[in-house]
């Protein structure tokens, strides 16, 4: 059963850094996408960055390139999410989420990755970033 457990949430001052990690189980990175989201109340959930699997392919939204760099341990099967120079705009529920990439694009070497959530079909339960003086 595929499964992904967030962790390394909390309280930061303005400024500051956090590392996220999500800790995935019941499937290898292989072929797989890894996005990380977030939503703060009242809002929708936002796309922050994604990353296939075993591979350099990664993209960011606009709001956070440049401050995040989200990486991947294949050995330990975990996606981190390096957040530095954090704003309190970045206070948020943060999701780690997964879905495989079709077989042809594996097949084409097509892969890509994309931060739009409908496209993501397994979750995690979030870990809480908040960013306060």
């Known amino acids: 059963q595929l499964q992904l457990v967030e962790s390394g949430g909390g309280l930061v001052q303005p400024g500051g850094s956090l590392r996220l990690s999500c800790a995935a189980s019941g499937f290898t990175l292989n072929y797989y996408v890894i996005g990380w989201f977030r939503q703060a109340p009242g809002k929708e959930r936002e796309g922050v960055s994604c990353?296939?699997?075993?591979?350099?392919?990664?993209i960011y939204s606009d709001s956070v390139k440049g401050r995040f760099t989200i990486s991947e341990d294949s050995a330990q099967n975990t996606i981190y999410l390096q957040m530095n120079s954090l704003k309190p705009e970045d206070t948020a529920l943060y999701y780690c989420?997964?879905?495989?990439?079709?077989?042809?694009?594996?097949?084409?070497?097509?892969?890509?990755?994309?931060?739009?959530?409908?496209?993501?079909?397994?979750w995690g339960q979030g870990t809480q970033v908040t960013v306060s003086s």
């Open positions: 990353l296939v699997g075993t591979s350099n392919i990664t």
């Open positions: 989420a997964a879905y495989r990439q079709p077989t042809w694009r594996i097949i084409t070497d097509q892969t890509v990755c994309q931060i739009e959530p409908i496209a993501y079909d397994a």
